[in-house]
């Protein structure tokens, strides 16, 4: 049975007549069209497919679109938006600090590690990778990961 | 890597989910968080015909708290657990559990009475209601019933829960005063399931001897296994360092877990045992143990 389902996803609502069991991730990417949210193991083990569910980082492989009406949607692709092609802060760390290599798992780090930055909260090393521990990435070993975290907080601390 | 089809329902009240639940039997399958569900739909290891969704059934979510202890709503977010004030100050075990559990992403999604209702002897909410004495609470059209933490969890991934009854709440009883509680676990990556851990609640009366003990362990059978051994040797002593150690050694006499990849069984064994100790000699010594 299809189900008839308005979904807000960065301040856009998007009705369409889906399948119930269509995954929030693939509404995201087939549906709205906005591909920066990737997708990796589908099944809530690598992160790569995070984003933020009334601000909070979710996996979206892990919830049914259904499940996300009446909820505000957030994705990579908001985090740049309206800014007149300037990078997000914490994208821009993650650029100079080399935060990525193949940049696959890169959206799900940033909508993790977004919400932390804004909070200013002050988080020492060890903290960045209790945070990050859910995000898998198979290239940069973290280091850089966390390199660029530092700076983000640094930098929102310092505004 | 998709789910199957099936028929989606979301009620927003407990009384339709109740129906839902009694006209579909064991054809139907409640959603909460999806943690655990959703990955098992998406590898086809669960195949429901209809999926009654219970997060849209508001008064399922929530922590109250009553003159006998917290009422934790089944569709409570595991991350509001993590951030209450009232559970923090009343139960530091539940407090000190949840950031074991999973990360961050799982944890403002996944619930409290999914954790339990899945019932992986390797999670730790099972352990830790295990031993703070919580009581369940679940509905069905033939009314409520209450059943001990002890008593709910049957097997892997099995419960006493019936067909048409739903997990609303958990009871999670004040302690007495002088209790101490630790929780420790081995897992070989944050957030990963542990390959073992254990839970302990001692309360010591006014001489510091100890009056009242609870030790629960964690992946340590099918179910979350109560030392009552290690139990019995703690209540009555002054818990030292050797007690500790003894209680710890006593905790995983009777246990045979499960080897795997990870670790044999010997192996898994001799884990529970030293964070069995661990959290034993912790929750004894003054200062140290979290007061709860």
């Known amino acids: 049975m299809k189900r008839d389902v308005e979904i807000e996803i960065n301040g856009e609502t998007y009705a369409r007549t889906i399948d119930p069991r269509m995954l929030l991730s693939d509404f995201i990417r087939h549906e709205a069209r906005l591909t920066g949210t990737h997708v ?25 679109a259904a499940q996300a009406e009446g909820h505000r949607v957030r994705t990579v692709e908001a985090l740049a938006a309206g800014s007149g092609g300037e990078l997000h802060p914490l994208q821009q760390a993650f650029h100079e600090a080399h935060g990525l290599q193949c940049g696959f798992c890169t959206p799900g780090f940033l909508m993790t590690l ?26 940069t070993s973290y280091q850089q990961i966390v390199d660029a975290v530092v700076l983000a907080i640094e930098r929102h601390g310092g505004e | 890597m998709k789910p199957p089809p099936f028929e989606y329902r979301d009620p927003e009240t407990l009384e339709e989910t109740l129906a839902l639940l009694a006209e579909h039997g064991d054809d139907a399958k409640i959603l909460a968080g999806g943690q655990s569900l959703i990955p ?29 202890g917290l009422r934790i709503g089944a569709a409570t977010r595991q991350s509001a657990l993590e951030r209450s004030s009232q559970v923090a100050a009343q139960q530091p075990l539940l407090a000190e559990v949840i950031r074991y559990v999973a990360h961050a992403q799982i944890r403002n999604r996944g619930t409290v009475g999914g954790s339990l209702a899945h019932a992986d002897p390797a999670a730790e909410l099972p352990v830790a209601m295990t031993a703070l004495d919580a009581s369940l609470i679940a509905s069905s059209g033939r009314g409520e019933r209450r059943i001990a933490a002890e008593e709910f969890f049957v097997s892997h991934l099995t419960t006493v829960l019936e067909d048409d009854e739903v997990l609303i ?32 609640v001692l309360t010591a009366d006014a001489a510091g001897a100890c009056s009242r003990a609870r030790v629960t362990l964690l992946a340590a059978g099918d179910v979350p296994v109560r030392a009552h051994a290690a139990e019995k040797l703690l209540v009555g002593a002054v818990v030292d360092a050797a007690v500790a150690r003894e209680a710890a050694a006593a905790a995983v006499r009777d246990i045979e877990p499960v080897g795997d990849g990870h670790g044999d069984g010997d192996y898994r064994s001799s884990v529970i045992e030293a964070m069995c100790d661990r959290a034993i000699a912790r929750a004894a010594a003054p200062g140290e143990g979290k007061k709860a």
């Open chain 2, 169 to 200: 709440a958990v009871d999670v009883p004040r302690a007495p005063a002088g209790t101490r509680v630790a929780f420790e676990e081995f897992a070989r990556r944050h957030g990963d399931y542990a390959l073992g851990g254990a839970a302990v």
């Open chain 1, 114 to 139: 977004e919400p932390l930055v804004a909070r200013g909260e002050a988080l020492d090393r060890e903290q960045i990778r209790g945070e990050i521990s859910g995000n898998l990435c198979r290239c």
């Open chain 1, 40 to 64: 990796g193991c589908e099944h809530g083990i690598c992160g790569a497919c995070t984003i933020q569910l009334d601000g909070e980082p979710v996996r979206s492989c892990t919830m049914l």
């Open chain 2, 40 to 68: 098992l739909l998406n590898f086809r290891l669960a195949r429901p015909e209809v999926l009654v969704d219970i997060n849209r059934v508001r008064p399922l979510a929530g922590i109250d708290d009553r003159p006998e």
